[in-house]
């Protein structure tokens, strides 16, 4: 019986025992402030591409530079390039979207015509065009082909509407080049209106950015002193345009459409691809921003380098 007691009173010794260890380590520290919660986001560590373009002072592409020309930072911190590559023989996606608002009536067979011409310049066996027609609806008469026939119907088979869904049309093309592999382009050729789009700005910007498209604008302005142009459309492809590593033109005529399409063309085929391990695995924001400088060249302070804007560590559900 003593032999039992004692059993009973060691045992509850040690429960006492652990229950006061278990109070300890929940118990506060005195002098030590709370953690608190954590907001630092963890991305898994991927290849991050960039394409860069990089002009003279007279806008002309600028070819010939070396891997150790180019310095490459990820909010603000030195990143090591893995790949470096000039663009000319990587596959190339393009979404090529033509506004067919009412707005553009008397504009859009010389619209269809230059844009004939521009897929006849660019295509190459290896790449791919897909053709979207955008009024109040969107519509996308090719899929992605090299097909020169197909696309030509494509463009030819295009058709007036009322309204004008613009941020649509960008939101939807780019999520057409979401999956594609190589260089994914947006040109877009638009008076730059918007009337009906279920989408909107911060939408359309965000598609495109992960899409990691770079969207070329083609802004076509009938009458340049017209009071009834959509500036507030046309600043916003200005600033999409840029933040994507595109560029944007005005086009009052048929020559100076021809030329910008020409534009677009010579800097497609003078593109860099430079790559990237992120050096940071921990991220306070989804969004990662990306600064590429030129260095070597005599000249370089005159150069000018475009690139998009940075990428989302996460996409977005569609």
Excluded: W
Excluded at 23 to 28: D, G, M, S
Excluded at 165 to 191: C, E, N, P, W
């Amino acid at each position: 019986m003593k032999k039992n007691a004692l059993l009973r009173l060691a045992s509850l010794i040690l429960v006492l025992g652990c229950r006061a260890a278990l109070h300890a380590q929940q118990a506060p520290v005195q002098n030590q402030p709370p953690v608190e919660a954590q907001s630092t986001l963890k991305v898994d560590v991927k290849l991050v591409n960039v394409y860069v373009t990089v002009t003279d002072a007279r806008g002309g592409p600028v070819a010939g530079l070396k891997k150790e020309n180019f310095i490459l930072k990820e909010d603000g911190k030195d990143q090591a390039i893995s790949v470096f590559d000039k663009e000319s023989g990587v596959p190339l996606s393009i979404a090529l979207a033509i506004d067919t608002s009412l707005s553009t009536r008397r504009d859009l067979p010389l619209e269809q015509a230059s844009a004939k011409r521009f897929a006849q310049a660019i295509l190459r066996p290896v790449d791919a065009l897909s053709v979207f027609g955008f009024s109040e609806t969107v519509l996308q008469s090719t899929s992605y082909t090299s097909d020169l026939k197909r696309i030509d119907d494509g463009i030819e088979h295009i058709r007036l509407g009322a309204a004008t869904a613009m941020f649509d049309a960008i939101y939807l093309a780019s999520r057409s080049l979401d999956h594609r592999q190589g260089r994914k382009v947006l040109v877009l050729i638009t008076d730059g209106g918007d009337t009906v789009s279920k989408m909107n700005y911060q939408q359309a910007l965000r598609a495109a950015e992960e899409a990691e498209c770079i969207v070329y604008s083609i802004i076509v302005v009938p009458i340049e002193s017209s009071a009834g142009r959509e500036t507030g459309g046309e600043h916003a492809l200005i600033q999409l345009s840029e933040d994507t590593g595109g560029k944007y033109y005005y086009a009052t005529s048929v020559s100076q459409l021809d030329e910008a399409f020409r534009q677009i063309s010579d800097e497609l085929r003078t593109q860099y691809l430079l790559a990237y391990y992120p050096s940071q695995r921990l991220s306070n924001s989804q969004f990662r921003s990306i600064q590429v400088n030129v260095t070597g060249p005599a000249d370089a302070a005159s150069l000018h380098v475009r690139h998009r804007a940075g990428y989302y560590t996460s996409k977005s559900a569609f």
